[in-house]
């Protein structure tokens, strides 16, 4: 018999690799799942907090139950509050053929007050060309604004809410398959203003909190709040504030969703493109007042089928 030279400890060092200028790194050399040691899964969580956004390739071991299992070790999972599980887990379904598109600029769930830290994105099936997603860094996209903007920023709130026009982005989707997903995905409707100007629990960065389920910023009218809107969110969007990722199967994506935004290009016609996504428990949010956001309504976010839902694992304010 042969005596093992390498220690029974020895792990594969974590590389990180910073791919766009303000957001963004590939991690290699990480085997993600439950029983990943707490040195790779620190390192996973600083390169996050640092770059925004983490790819990893190569993670075709990764069922459900994987998936769910290395989430834990970034914090707790939570269902969405109102769209049922892909599996009675966690794992949320992101699949083309059911009427679930992305294509537009959002931060995940944030129709609650305390939405989702990190959400965690497996690709299954991927269409052979199209169907990438974009991120956005929208700290970086705060500090680039200019002073008097920031300023502006800064004393403003916002009612975000999971109910908006479906058939105004998909002009082109049959009437029932519109009508189906928006009877679950609004089957409570929510309402919640958070600060326009979150204050990072983590980083203690400035980020700024807007994107698609933004209904209008408190105190304005429509037409001022739709002007300073699309005024904030244009320097959200910029290109250079932006990382596009091109998917292959097996690839994971992880952001942080206090401090991004993110986008799915609707762009791989009818082929298939499924994937799956896990969301870990975030807190309230608190402006640069130290003001936290309020649920409006209703009075308290319900339990959904599965599981608890976002924000229920931490006191709301
Ligand atoms: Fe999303």
Redesign the pocket.
């Known amino acids: 018999m042969t005596t093992a030279t390498a220690p029974a400890t020895a792990t594969t060092p974590v590389t990180v690799t910073k791919i766009g200028g303000r957001i963004g790194a590939r991690i290699d050399g990480v085997r993600l799942g439950g029983d990943l040691d707490a040195a790779a899964v620190a390192d996973i969580r600083a390169a996050l907090l640092a770059h925004k956004v983490v790819f990893f390739r190569g993670q075709e071991h990764l069922d459900e139950a994987g998936h769910e299992a290395f989430a834990q070790l970034l914090g707790t999972p939570v269902a969405h509050p109102t769209v049922p599980s892909a599996d009675g887990r966690y794992a949320l379904g992101?699949d083309s053929h059911h009427g679930a598109r992305?294509n537009q600029w959002?931060?995940?769930?944030t129709f609650v007050p305390a939405y989702p830290a990190f959400?965690i994105?497996r690709a299954v099936t991927i269409p052979p060309y199209g169907g990438n997603t974009l991120w956005a860094n929208t700290a970086a996209a705060y500090d680039h604004l200019p002073e008097p903007l920031r300023a502006l920023a800064d004393g403003l709130r916002a009612v975000h809410s999971n109910e908006y026009d479906y058939a105004a982005l998909r002009p082109d989707a049959l009437p029932e398959a519109l009508a189906q997903y928006r009877e679950v995905f609004t089957s409570t409707t929510f309402l919640t203003e958070h600060p326009v100007v979150r204050v990072h629990p983590e980083t203690g960065e400035r980020t700024l909190l807007l994107g698609n389920f933004v209904q209008r910023i408190s105190g304005l009218t429509g037409r001022d709040s739709r002007l300073l809107l699309d005024l904030f969110q244009a320097h959200i969007e910029s290109p250079e504030n932006t990382i596009r990722h091109q998917w292959q199967a097996g690839d994971v994506a992880i952001w942080d969703n206090r401090a991004t935004q993110?986008y799915?290009v609707d762009d791989s016609d009818d082929h298939e493109r499924t994937l799956r996504?896990v969301t870990v428990d975030g807190d309230v949010p608190v402006g640069p007042d130290g003001v936290p956001s309020r649920l409006i309504s209703p009075e308290t976010v319900p339990e959904p089928g599965f599981g608890i839902a976002s924000g229920a694992s931490t006191a709301a304010a």
């Open positions: 992101i992305a959002h931060t995940d769930v959400s994105l993110h799915g996504r």
